[in-house]
Each structure stands twice: as structure tokens, then as C-alpha cells.
């Protein structure tokens, strides 16, 4: 399947912490990631806070270019491409529908900013064009003429969406839609993404921290860990068959609504490590309930079998064994007499 946004080995690095008594220090915050998303999937994006998500986010949108590596929209160098046209292909929805949306316009001035950025279409086609965009995301268009302060939280980030797909881009990047929602709002939003994709062929990446919503929407989920992608699966296979001890605890720590099971313990204490200074050799292994004493000096080589990937000495060796057993049996089968 052709990749719509692919990154190979994309890094980006920040200098922090320069002082009048210190000097600089690099924090790596994408560590030589490489996804491929194809056209129509939903890539869901996970992790902790500060692992990298956003800035990842950033760079494909292409508000922040990468230190190393590369990154193709379309099999293009996303940075070769100009700037108005990667806007109108590759579009944001922001977290917080309370900050993301102008105060002062009115929602009619705020979906067809983009329209009018652009010079698509004059003013009496722009006012057509925001009017069926307002019915596609389900606004009434008599709140055309309203301004944000006088819509309820699902009703601004309907019209944070409708600002993004006016423009009928190729590529949404969500950056946690809902959880400025409430729930009863959230499940109609992630439904109406899921609408909107299949009426507009729209691609979705989803960064949220809320693995049921994730799970709902995403087609296919990459764990991130210190910049890492530690876990690469289709939604499925990930959420029965998680191969990480990192996404296995991620999964352990959702909440039940099940009476006496209290709250989770996510055993992964509770200080995050220092990304300016990762641990050596795999850079979970501190936090780490099966880690190996190899784990601690020498990084995992990612493996990639039949579109899924998880770096992991723990796979790595599991894998090992099976190609052995694998080995073995054939042997055995091609001594047997006939």
C-alpha cells in the first residue's frame, strides 16, 4: 500500500538548559522514528507525556523540520513542498477548542479563513462552501453568525474541524480532539470523525493519551517511549496481544469500571527519566519488570515482522527461539524416512 506520509529515521534535537553556570545540553526528543501511514488509515499515536508525540506531530505538519532523517508526503520531501500547498494538504485539530478558535470572528469568519487564505473562490462561493461544511460536521448554519463564546465545547471543535477540512485536505493531524470534552460530547465527536473520513477519504494521525478512544478509532497503533517507537501493531493485535512490557503496562493502567478492583498500579514509579539524560541500552529497562541484564548496556535492534514492529530484547529472543524450533522441525521432518 503506497505510504500517503512516511518518515525515515527523523530526528529532531533541541538545545536546552544554557545558563550563566551551565552549558548547553541536547534533548533528543524524536529519536530516528519511521512510520508510514497509508491513505485512508488512522494511525493512533500513544505514550506519556514528554515522550515526543506532539513534536512529532509538529514536524508533520512541517512547523518544525527534522535535525536528521527524512519526511515524504506523497513520496515528496515534505519541506520541498511550498508552504500554502502543504497547509492546504496537511491540516491540524487542536486539543483545546477554547484556545484554538479566535474570540473575535464569528464562526463564518473562522472556517473560511483558510478560503480566504488560499483565494478560493469568491466571497458568495466561500459563504456556499462554509455553509456545507457546517452541515457535513452537523452545526446548524444559523450559528454561522455566532462566535465561539456563544457555543457549547462539542460545538467549537465541530467548527474546529469544519475549519480543517474546508479545504478538503489529504491528511488530519488531531492532537487529543476531545479530551477538552466532556464525556457525553467525546463519543459524538469520534464518531463524527469516523463519518467524515469515510465521506471525504480524509487520513487521520490521533495522538491521545485515552486508549479507549484510541481504540475506537485507530486502524493501526505505534507505542512511544523517550522518542522511541517501541511498538508498531494494527489496533487488534495490539490491544489483545501487546509484545512490549511498556505497552503492556500502558494497558494494564486504563481504569475499569469493575467494582473492588481499585485503582491500577502502573509500576512504573513515579518519575519520568530524564530525557536530556536517557539510561543506557534500552532506555525503558530501568522501569522495567522483565528486564534483562543485556538491557541495560545494549539498545534493542527493532524487529519488523508482517507489518508490525517491537524493539525488544524479550521479542528478539522469543523470535530466536521460534526460528530454532522452526529449524529444528524441518530438520527432523526431511530426516524422517519417507
Request: aromatic share 4%; proline share 7%; charged share 20%.
Amino acid at each position: 500500500m503506497t505510504a500517503l506520509i512516511e518518515t525515515r529515521d527523523a530526528e529532531r534535537t533541541f538545545r536546552v538548559g544554557r545558563s550563566l553556570f551551565q552549558a548547553a545540553r541536547t534533548l533528543k526528543a524524536v529519536n530516528r522514528v519511521s512510520l508510514s501511514v497509508a491513505k485512508g488509515e488512522i494511525l493512533g499515536l500513544v505514550g506519556e507525556s514528554g515522550c515526543g508525540k506532539s513534536t512529532l506531530a509538529k514536524m508533520l505538519l512541517g512547523l518544525l523540520e527534522p535535525t536528521a532523517g527524512e519526511i515524504l508526503f506523497a513520496g515528496q520531501p515534505l519541506y520541498s513542498i511550498p508552504r500554502l500547498e502543504r497547509a492546504r494538504r496537511v491540516q491540524p485539530i487542536f486539543q483545546d477548542p477554547y484556545s484554538s478558535l479566535n474570540p473575535r470572528q464569528t464562526i463564518a469568519a473562522i472556517v473560511s479563513l483558510p478560503l480566504r487564505v488560499h483565494g478560493v473562490g469568491s466571497p458568495t462561493e466561500q459563504k456556499k462552501r462554509v455553509a456545507e461544511i457546517l452541515d457535513l460536521v452537523g452545526l446548524a448554519r444559523r450559528y454561522a453568525d455566532n462566535y465561539p463564546n456563544q457555543l457549547s465545547g462539542g460545538q467549537r471543535q465541530r467548527v474546529a474541524i469544519a475549519r480543517a477540512l474546508v479545504m478538503r485536505p489529504e491528511l488530519v493531524i488531531c492532537d487529543e480532539p476531545t479530551s477538552a470534552l466532556d464525556v457525553s460530547v467525546q463519543s459524538q465527536i469520534l464518531n463524527l470523525l469516523l463519518e467524515l473520513r469515510k465521506e471525504l477519504g480524509v487520513t487521520y494521525i490521533l495522538i491521545s493519551h485515552n486508549l479507549a478512544v484510541v481504540e475506537h478509532l485507530a486502524t493501526r497503533v505505534a507505542v512511544m517511549y523517550l522518542g522511541r517507537i517501541v511498538e508498531e501493531k494494527d489496533t487488534e493485535s495490539l490491544f489483545r496481544h501487546p509484545e512490549h512490557p511498556y505497552t503492556q503496562v500502558l494497558l494494564e493502567s486504563v481504569l475499569t469500571p469493575e467494582p473492588g478492583l481499585g485503582i491500577p498500579d502502573s509500576q512504573l514509579g513515579v518519575a519520568f527519566p530524564n530525557p536530556i539524560d536517557p539510561p543506557s541500552g534500552c532506555t525503558f529497562h530501568p522501569r522495567c519488570r522483565y528486564a534483562l541484564p543485556r538491557c541495560s548496556t545494549e539498545a534493542p535492534v527493532p524487529l519488523r515482522t508482517n507489518g508490525s514492529l517491537v524493539e525488544c530484547h524479550l521479542s528478539l529472543e522469543r523470535a530466536a527461539r521460534e526460528h530454532r524450533a522452526a529449524a529444528a522441525a524441518d530438520t527432523a521432518t526431511g530426516a524422517a524416512p519417507q
